[in-house]
């Protein structure tokens, strides 16, 4: 009768004990931002961005894209606005490496496109160097009309597209 119950309680006891080894041996859980700024120690000022994070889906901090007008490479107001606070968010954080990406609507060649996207990006680049980012922290690339944000083929579209995107390869 005695090893019978002790039969019943077998399971009970070995399910308690895997209980308790597993909570045991369970990290706490933290916040996406807190484990940003741990693998970073305390070097990033506060901000939530990710290696490979990318400034047109907002998960590389402070850096936002720049948009440039139909067949051009040239800087706007707009465009300097923005890349003046991508330049003081680059000082601010010195372990911060980017890509820079250059992108166009869909219109035109292949060819052109990989060379305008190359322009884009480079002008990107130029500027910041010239507002004191290291060089050899920015790096450029061009997709061409290869990698859209937006699909529709109509202006709206298309100005979306042509766009300098920042990426995050070291922080």
């Known amino acids: 009768m005695r090893s019978s119950q002790n039969l019943r ?11 308790l080894a597993g909570g ?6 933290t916040s996406a931002s807190e484990d940003t700024l741990s693998a970073n120690n305390g070097q990033n000022h506060g901000l939530d961005f990710e290696l490979n994070g990318d400034s047109d ?6 850096l936002k894209t720049v948009y440039f007008d139909f067949n051009s490479s040239e800087l706007t107001s707009a465009t300097n606005t923005t ?3 991508n330049a003081a968010f680059l000082k601010n954080n010195p372990a911060v490496k980017v890509q820079i990406e250059g992108h166009c609507d869909e219109r035109g060649g292949v060819q052109y496109n990989l060379a305008l996207g190359e322009k884009r990006a480079k002008a990107a680049h130029d500027y910041l160097v010239a507002k004191g980012v290291e060089a050899s922290r920015v790096a ?6 290869e990698r859209p944000v937006a699909f529709g083929h109509d202006e709206e579209a298309w100005s979306q597209n042509r766009r300098a995107n920042f990426v995050v390869t070291a922080k």
Do not use: H
């Open 9 to 19: 309680l077998f399971p009970l006891i070995i399910l308690t004990g895997l209980f």
């Open 24 to 29: 045991c041996a369970t990290k706490p859980k």
């Open 57 to 62: 889906s907002n998960k590389a901090g402070e």
């Open 83 to 85: 890349l003046n606070n």
């Open 140 to 145: 450029t690339i061009s997709y061409g009309k």
